[in-house]
């Protein structure tokens, strides 16, 4: 019998995360995530160091212009995928499968018409949008270039995120990596092709994503229609009946992924201030802080499915352990990253050609502000399960509060009296407290959907006692 057959003639077993030991379901999805997350990270990480081997900081500043844009686009698709993952995961969880493929299908579906609707209005709107967030003359014009060649591929990408999340909403991680991790693979190899050997500079670095994501979504699709047979002919009624479910989580979703890359937007725009160099050093930063934190990263994709499932099967001390357990693995692997960031600071910025200031910047963050992405991860990991447990909302205010009241006045603060080194430092400092907010809060939601779980009393033993 082939492999594929295998996940389907196993569909209708008992779902994967309500039995067996939490940590190391955490753990598997964790890994394979992050492998998968970290090769895309590093495909972004690799068109920004080939490009930075062209000595032009032109050249990398425009890429991390457009990547503010871009970042807004994808947290949009990110967005919408978790509403695959929050009504999926659950079905599943509750063994209704027939429901999980109609839910599964009809996300692919809205995140296919959100994602257009989205492209159409930012392709009018690029240079006026760069221009916003601080970019001016030839840099403007190779962030305009490079966006220009990306942003008509949003749709592809949403589609190709959703995919992944249903995946992993089945349990399977294994696939779920494989969608970024062959788009990644590819990304890196036409880099070198595209930039190294023909020459093409920022157009080559675009080209090669554009051709990534489309492997992606080629992946993506395959494996949740022919290997788990979670994708059925899409159906007007159904869809009608569905939308308002979806929109019911992916509103606020998507507007609590919105609001880091409003926040990053901001932070751009307050570090142009500082010059191409201190720009080029952020551009830098914002792709080689996915990398080293990137297990993070997927540890916060890998909560949904596993709180969803034992949620589904109204386990709520399983619900406890599984955020329990998932910010102590977060604080290790932010401990590690760190020891790793801190230790080679010096390599880094010379791997990426940064000289005088950026080099500065680059050390400065890797040795003394990366530890405080430990709120981070815990912000991530309770977003997810807000998510999942029907409080969305939570997410967005906390992701909005950390994006505003967390960023604006501490990177004003910062930028006035330290320049470049406290915009960095104020970004950072401004999420210690959202993080702490969003970790009691979420313990103390879980705890008051596990009293609903408990029976009521029986008055009958009650006056036999």
């Not at 457009?66 to 686009?73: E, N, P, Q, R």
């Not at 051709?211 to 022919?226: H, W």
């Not at 705890?447 to 006056?463: C, L, Q, R, S, Y």
Request: aromatic share 10%; hydrophobic share 55%; with cysteine.
């Amino acid at each position: 019998m082939s492999n594929i057959e295998t996940p389907r003639r196993s569909a209708q077993q008992q779902p994967r995360f309500v039995t067996g030991s939490l940590l190391r379901h955490i753990l598997a999805m964790t890994g394979a995530g992050a492998l998968g997350l970290m090769a895309i990270f590093v495909g972004d990480l690799a068109n920004i160091y080939f490009l930075s081997r062209l000595n032009d900081e032109a050249v990398v500043a425009a890429v991390g212009y457009a990547s503010s844009i871009l970042f807004f686009a994808t947290s949009v698709g990110i967005g919408l995928s978790i509403a695959a993952t929050s009504l999926v995961a659950p079905a599943l969880g509750a063994g209704r499968r027939m429901r999980a493929r109609r839910l599964a299908t009809n996300a692919h579906l809205l995140s296919l018409i959100a994602s257009v609707a989205i492209t159409l209005v930012l392709w009018f709107a690029i240079e006026p949008l760069l221009e916003l967030i601080g970019a001016r003359g030839r840099t403007l014009d190779l962030a305009a270039l490079y966006l220009r060649i990306l942003v008509p591929t949003l749709p592809v990408l949403a589609l190709a995120i959703t995919a992944s999340a249903v995946l992993r909403s089945a349990g399977d991680a294994r696939r779920a990596m494989f969608v970024t991790l062959f788009g990644a693979i590819v990304n890196t190899i036409l880099d070198v092709i595209l930039i190294v050997h023909f020459g093409l500079g920022i157009e080559g670095a675009a080209i090669s994503s554009l051709i990534a994501r489309l492997v992606m979504m080629g992946i993506g699709f395959y494996s949740v229609y022919k290997v788990h047979d979670l994708l059925a002919r899409p159906k007007i009624a159904t869809l009608a009946q569905d939308t308002p479910a979806f929109i019911q989580i992916a509103g606020p979703a998507v507007l609590t992924n919105i609001a880091p890359a409003v926040g990053n937007g901001y932070v751009t725009y307050a570090i142009a201030a500082y010059g191409d160099a201190a720009v080029a050093a952020w551009a830098i930063l914002a792709r080689l802080t996915p990398v080293a934190f990137g297990a993070i990263y997927a540890l916060s994709g890998a909560v949904g499915p596993i709180i969803g499932q034992n949620f589904g099967a109204r386990s709520s001390e399983r619900m406890r352990d599984v955020f329990t357990f998932s910010l102590l693995t977060m604080t290790a692997f932010t401990g590690i990253a760190w020891l790793c960031l801190g230790v080679l600071a010096n390599e880094i910025a010379a791997l990426f050609n940064a000289g005088g200031e950026a080099r500065d910047l680059i050390v400065f963050f890797c040795r003394w502000l990366s530890p405080l992405f430990v709120f981070m991860g815990a912000l991530f990991v309770a977003n997810a399960a807000f998510n999942t447990l029907g409080r969305a909302h939570f997410s967005t205010m906390l992701n909005w509060g950390r994006a505003t009241l967390g960023t604006v006045p501490f990177v004003l603060l910062g930028g006035k009296f330290f320049g470049a080194a406290g915009v960095l430092a104020g970004n950072m400092i401004g999420g210690v407290a959202f993080g702490i907010i969003a970790t009691f809060s979420a313990y103390k939601l879980i705890d008051a959907i596990g009293e609903t779980f408990k029976p009521p009393p029986n008055p009958v033993a009650h006056e036999v006692i």
